[in-house]
């Protein structure tokens, strides 16, 4: 399966990324870096380092610092680098010189049989990709995201963050999905809040080799650091990102129902809502739960064979 992973690095994106430069089911033909948790400037390098740290040769692609029509918001939980926790080392390549958009258009139209794109930040890229190389839906065979919620958001009571941060951005990419018929499946908080990494799933994954501390010591920031806002949980962290990689690859351990989607881009108390209508079933697979226990397995099992 060849898949472009479009990401705001971002702990629990660093999770999703590790995944898909290690799972031997997916060629992951470029990493497109968004401004999201932190600047793209950051999540850019942040990309970078963790292809650097596997050893791997995925091109890095730097695209949107700020959404299509608003000024950009990060978030604190990630540390002010958007992987604080663990010392990488310094970065040795550099990005590809073209813009992510760019990329991720030759990427596409290059590839030998259709995409899977993985969103896991905000929209912008992707909504600037649809509009300015519209040819590209053609080549993709679906779209993944991490973002939205059919019931309470993260950064407001409705809004979750990757949404947030660009509504505009997401109303362009879920409207032209459903005029497309290009199939999307949303991994939303609803579900993404059950996918639980406990204290004690931090110290297995800490014996994990060099991949597993690297994860572990994150993993144990972003615990720290959440406990300081609302998503914070006594037993553990969210790893919102890591769910859109397991749905690539264990479809089964996910339960999900059809829908269609719309974004609020009002300016009033619902902004950046993903309003999900499950009487109006079109091209959205909304996932509704996961099998957490099974997904945690999953990823033990492939950090176990990193280090093999
Ligand atoms: O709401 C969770 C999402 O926002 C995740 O993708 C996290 O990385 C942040 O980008
Ligand atoms: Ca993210």
């Not at 065979?141 to 950064?155: A, E, I, Q």
């Not at 080799?209 to 006594?234: C, I, P, W």
């Not at 009487?279 to 492939?302: F, G, H, I, M, Y």
Request: net charge negative; aromatic share 8%; charged share 20%.
């Amino acid at each position: 399966m060849y898949v472009i992973l479009d990401t705001d690095p971002g702990i629990d994106d660093a999770c999703a990324i590790a995944a898909a430069l290690n799972e031997p089911s997916l060629h992951l033909l470029l990493l497109s870096a968004v401004g999201g948790n932190v600047s793209v400037e950051n999540t850019a390098k942040n990309a970078l380092r963790l292809v650097e740290f596997f050893g791997k040769e995925v091109p890095v692609a730097k695209g949107c610092s700020h959404p299509l029509m608003q000024e950009p918001r990060h978030t604190a939980v990630h540390g002010e680098t958007g992987m604080s926790g663990y010392d990488f080392p310094q970065i040795r390549g550099s990005f590809v010189e073209e813009h992510a958009v760019i990329a991720m258009w030759k990427a596409i139209m290059q590839a030998p049989e259709a995409v899977t794109l993985v969103a896991v930040g905000p929209l912008t890229n992707v909504a600037l990709l649809f509009r300015m190389y519209p040819e590209v839906l053609t080549h993709l065979d679906r779209l993944v995201l991490m973002g939205g919620s059919d019931d309470r958001g993260n950064m407001t009571p409705y809004a979750e963050f990757n949404i947030y941060v660009d509504p505009e951005a997401a109303q362009v990419v879920f409207d032209t999905c459903e005029k497309h018929d290009l199939p999307v499946v949303l991994c939303g908080l609803n579900m993404t809040r059950q996918a639980v990494l406990t204290t004690g799933d931090f110290k297995d994954i800490d014996q994990l080799g060099r991949a597993g501390h690297m994860l572990a010591s994150l993993f144990s920031f972003f615990y720290k650091a959440s406990q300081t806002v609302g998503e914070n949980l006594d037993s553990g962290a969210r790893i919102h990102d890591l769910t859109t990689i397991a749905y690539l690859v264990h479809p089964e351990y996910f339960e999900t129902k059809q829908a269609s989607v719309m974004v609020d881009t009002t300016m009033g108390p619902a902004r950046g809502a993903t309003v999900i209508n499950y009487r109006k079933p079109k091209n959205v697979t909304v996932c509704q739960s996961l099998d957490n226990e099974k997904v945690k397995v999953w990823l033990k099992d492939l950090l176990r064979r990193i280090e093999s």
